[in-house]
């Protein structure tokens, strides 16, 4: 595994956006490049729709 993530990204990364199949697939994106899931979702309701949150991280060092 690459020490850093590939194409510049940062370490860290918190995905949100609309609670849809796009949002999995940009996650699931993330995961297939070798992010780590950091942390439990959260969620929100702005008054129109949900809106979904989650943080990933790059696996240093393991």
Request: contains cysteine.
């Amino acid at each position: 595994m690459q020490s850093l993530p590939p194409d510049g990204l940062p370490i860290y990364r918190l995905l949100t956006g609309k609670d849809d199949a796009s949002f999995c697939h940009r996650v699931s994106e993330a995961l297939a490049l070798g992010y780590q899931l950091y942390g439990s979702p959260a969620a929100t309701f702005n008054g129109s729709h949900v809106v979904v949150a989650q943080a990933i991280i790059w696996p240093q060092g393991k």
